[in-house]
């Protein structure tokens, strides 16, 4: 009994591994990835098209409107009944994705937190359009100084979690997240896609955002904006990519001002992923920019299945 886990930063080709593995039978493709699983973010998540996802099903993918938020506790809540499902129909589960807090909590357990409150957080968004997100950070460092170490300033979704938390317990995160709630441990096989090759990294976010333009990012982030009920500050369209295109379109910044924030938070995005792997163990890696590396991933699974 194995449970396979396709991490890695973005760019990195962690999708066209899992159809791989698919095309060769007896996979379940799960996805672990906070912004697939809303309806209408295509082509800015990378989500594979209509067709794939037809010929090769993905679990929690497309599973929530836009306009609703999507925690890590739902994410564990929905994740936990496939994999049992599929271990005990004698299929192998694979979990793909880039989500890093996901994957940790799957492995480490889930952190008794609050869920969240419409109201604080809507009174947080007010406070960051008046006083700027990096204010709110020196806030959060005032009341929990452990967390705000953590979170980068520019970390808006972290840094409202974090205070939400506290507004709503009097409770520091930091100190809630070290009573944990343990979940079932199955026999994970970690397999990291990672390049340390920053250079051709950036160069395959850049090409790649390049080629979602050309796809029609800016007219998806433009229809999602027109739905009822929808708003650049839901979690959905602080996505990277999403945030900076409706800048855009709002006409708070220019489209070339646009492109090359979306880029640079790509970026910045990769190297956040890249940490979070540091501190993961029993990862087996592979670099992809390297070598092909679907055959050596099967024979390690294969390994791990046999052993």
């Given at each position: 009994m194995?449970?396979?886990?396709?991490?890695?930063?973005?760019?990195?080709?962690?999708?066209?591994?899992?159809?791989?593995?698919?095309?060769?039978?007896?996979?379940?493709?799960?996805?672990?990835?906070?912004?697939?699983?809303?309806?209408?973010?295509?082509?800015?998540?990378?989500?594979?098209?209509?067709?794939?996802l037809?010929?090769?099903?993905?679990?929690?993918?497309?599973?929530?409107?836009?306009w609703?938020?999507?925690?890590?506790?739902?994410?564990?809540?929905?994740?936990?009944?496939?994999?049992?499902?599929?271990?005990?129909?004698?299929?192998?589960?694979v979990?793909?994705?880039g989500?890093?807090?996901?994957?940790?909590r799957l492995?480490?357990?889930?952190?008794?937190?609050p869920?969240?409150?419409?109201?604080?957080?809507?009174?947080?968004d007010?406070?960051?359009?008046?006083?700027?997100?990096?204010?709110?950070?020196?806030?959060?460092?005032?009341?929990?100084?452990?967390?705000?170490?953590?979170?980068?300033?520019?970390?808006?979704?972290?840094i409202?979690?974090?205070?939400?938390?506290?507004?709503l317990?009097?409770?520091?995160?930091?100190?809630?997240?070290?009573?944990?709630?343990?979940?079932?441990?199955?026999?994970?096989?970690?397999?990291?896609?990672?390049s340390?090759?920053?250079?051709?990294v950036?160069?395959?976010i850049?090409?790649?955002?390049?080629?979602?333009?050309?796809?029609?990012?800016?007219?998806?982030?433009?229809?999602?904006?027109?739905l009822?009920g929808?708003?650049?500050?839901?979690?959905?369209?602080?996505?990277?990519?999403?945030?900076?295109?409706?800048?855009?379109?709002?006409?708070?910044?220019?489209?070339?001002?646009?492109?090359a924030?979306?880029?640079?938070?790509?970026r910045?995005?990769?190297?956040?992923?890249?940490?979070?792997?540091?501190g993961?163990?029993?990862?087996?890696v592979?670099?992809?920019?390297?070598?092909?590396?679907?055959?050596?991933i099967?024979?390690?699974?294969?390994?791990?299945?046999?052993s």
């Amino acid at each position: 009994m194995t449970v396979v886990c396709i991490l890695g930063p973005t760019a990195m080709g962690k999708t066209e591994v899992a159809l791989a593995l698919h095309a060769r039978g007896g996979v379940d493709i799960i996805s672990v990835d906070s912004a697939m699983v809303y309806r209408g973010l295509d082509i800015g998540t990378a989500k594979p098209d209509a067709q794939t996802l037809a010929a090769c099903p993905h679990a929690l993918v497309d599973i929530v409107d836009p306009w609703h938020a999507y925690s890590v506790a739902q994410f564990i809540d929905d994740v936990t009944p496939l994999i049992s499902a599929s271990l005990e129909r004698g299929r192998l589960p694979v979990l793909v994705g880039g989500t890093m807090l996901y994957f940790k909590r799957l492995f480490d357990g889930l952190s008794n937190l609050p869920a969240a409150d419409l109201q604080v957080r809507t009174e947080l968004d007010a406070q960051a359009r008046e006083l700027g997100w990096p204010a709110l950070h020196a806030q959060l460092a005032r009341v929990d100084p452990e967390a705000a170490a953590r979170i980068a300033s520019n970390d808006t979704q972290r840094i409202q979690r974090a205070l939400e938390v506290y507004r709503l317990t009097g409770t520091p995160m930091s100190c809630l997240q070290q009573a944990t709630v343990r979940h079932v441990a199955w026999p994970w096989l970690k397999l990291a896609l990672v390049s340390d090759d920053r250079a051709q990294v950036h160069a395959r976010i850049g090409q790649r955002f390049d080629a979602m333009m050309s796809e029609g990012f800016a007219d998806e982030v433009r229809a999602l904006l027109t739905l009822p009920g929808m708003h650049a500050e839901l979690p959905s369209m602080r996505a990277v990519g999403y945030r900076q295109i409706s800048r855009w379109l709002q006409g708070e910044i220019s489209r070339e001002q646009a492109l090359a924030d979306a880029k640079t938070a790509t970026r910045r995005l990769a190297k956040r992923q890249h940490t979070w792997l540091r501190g993961m163990s029993d990862l087996v890696v592979f670099d992809p920019l390297e070598s092909p590396v679907i055959d050596p991933i099967v024979r390690t699974i294969e390994e791990r299945r046999a052993s």
